[in-house]
Nanobody, 127 residues
Framework: QVAETGGGVVQPGDSLRMSCTDS????????VAWVRQAPGGGREGGAC????????SYLDSVKGRFTISKDNGKEPVYLQMESLKPEDPATYFC??????????????????????WGRGVQVTVSS
C-alpha cells in the first residue's frame, strides 16, 4: 500500500521532504511520480523518476526547487521541496505506474498514466 508522509504547514521559502513507501519498491523497479492537486484543480504531475532512476522530469514551475530521488530496490521515494511558494499548496500524491511514462516520453505528467496511488498528504504554504 502506497503511503506518503512529510506534508505540513510551512512559510514561503521553507523546505519540506516527503516520503513515499510501498513494498513494491523492494521487489521491482517502477516509474514513480509525485502528483499534486490544488483545491478546485485537477491533478498535475510535479515530478517523476523512471524505473531505472536514470530519468527524472519536473513540472516547469518546480524545476530547480523540487528533487525526486529513488534508490531502486529500496524505499522510500523522496520528494525534496525547496523554496516553497504560495502557489505550491496542494495535496501531494505518490503514484506508481505499471508502464514507463517517465522513462519513455512526454506523458509522464498525465495522472492517467499511474495506476497505483497513495492517499495523499497535504502541503500548506502560508505566511
Amino acid at each position: 500500500q502506497v503511503a506518503e508522509t512529510g506534508g505540513g504547514v510551512v512559510q514561503p521559502g521553507d523546505s519540506l521532504r516527503m516520503s513515499c513507501t510501498d513494498s513494491r519498491f523492494k521487489e521491482a523497479f517502477y516509474d514513480v511520480a509525485w502528483v499534486r492537486q490544488a483545491p478546485g484543480g485537477g491533478r498535475e504531475g510535479g515530478a517523476c523518476s523512471g524505473h531505472h532512476a536514470q530519468t527524472q522530469s519536473y513540472l516547469d514551475s518546480v524545476k530547480g526547487r523540487f528533487t525526486i530521488s529513488k534508490d531502486n530496490g529500496k524505499e522510500p521515494v523522496y520528494l525534496q521541496m525547496e523554496s516553497l511558494k504560495p502557489e505550491d499548496p496542494a495535496t501531494y500524491f505518490c503514484a506508481i505506474s505499471v508502464g514507463t511514462p517517465c522513462s519513455s516520453g512526454p506523458q509522464w505528467d498525465d495522472a492517467q498514466e499511474y495506476a497505483i496511488w497513495g492517499r495523499g498528504v497535504q502541503v500548506t504554504v502560508s505566511s
